[in-house]
């Protein structure tokens, strides 16, 4: 078990922040870094042993410093995902979020909790390393009510899982959604697109999306639509069918609810290569899950080791509470009033098929 922490760079107007290397006994690791909680690599093994880096992103802090980071292995907050017209109403006040989306407010704003210095602690705990960060925003910071106090830890477990803890407090009324924005190719990063990638989402049901990607409040069976991923199926299969959930979202852009047998943390997705046989299970605490499939990467970014990031070389499976759900009572509450507590956890577990 290893913690190892070096200089990462310089963050204009906060110094310098640093990259975590956390390591458990299998060899099993994750880079962490301070700005934006941003998991810069990850690496896991294939079937043959062989080790590859399996996540997105940059090799230097400047480049995740630049405006067309597209959220790279960020925590995402404090509302991740998309509020309607960048406004909401709470006991009725109405609060309005900046417009970074089109019409809508996106991933918290316009620096959200991925573009934020956080206070990190690396300790070691019975399950593998860990890496604690913590960070308070303030009240109406990016137009949000309330000061809230945040930590989120990584742990890095010695089952081969990245385990995320995520605990919040506010002083005042507000809407907390936080998840996490890796983008993952389990063939390795910049080796190509994911549409070879098997996918398993254990949910029955999604919400439909406008053409702005903001749900029309209808939750509909997947059952003979191409977003039915109940059994094992390839991503690019069905993602060209002619399906206007499809063409909104460019592809898969879709919020998942999640079959919950329980309160606790249980399966939510699977991602298995085929040719590496790498796997990846979710697990989480969360009712929902965000599952997006790259398709804004447009060509235009260059990531770790000179590789040209294009649609659909990653994937994300972003665990929350459902999209806009500060304006569809409907939904479930992302409300965080004082005195209670947020929590959600979401382990990423890697393994390999024989
Ligand atoms: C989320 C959204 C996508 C996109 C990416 C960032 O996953 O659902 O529509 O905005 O973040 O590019």
Redesign the pocket.
Known sequence: MVIKRQVFGEVPGYGMVDLYTLVNRNGFEARITNYGGIVVSLFAPDRNGVWADVVLGYDTLEDYLKDNS??FGSIVGRVG?RIAGGRFSLDGVEYTLARN?GPNH??GGIRGFDKVVWAAEALGGPDGPVLRLSYTSSDGEEGYPGTLETVVTYTVTSDNELRIDYGAFTDRPTVVNLTH?SYFNLAGTGSGNILGHELTINSDRFTPIDDT?IPTGEVRSVKGTPLDFTVPALIGARIGDDYDQLAFGIGY?HNWVLNRPDKGLSFAARVREPGSGRVMEVYTTEPAI?F?SGN?LDGTITGKGGAVYRQRDGL?L?TQHYPDSPNKPEFPSIVLRPGERYAQTTTYRFLADR
Do not use: G, I, K, T
């Open positions: 597209p959220y995902n989306n996106l991933h924005h990607l852009d965000q997006y804004f994300c972003e």
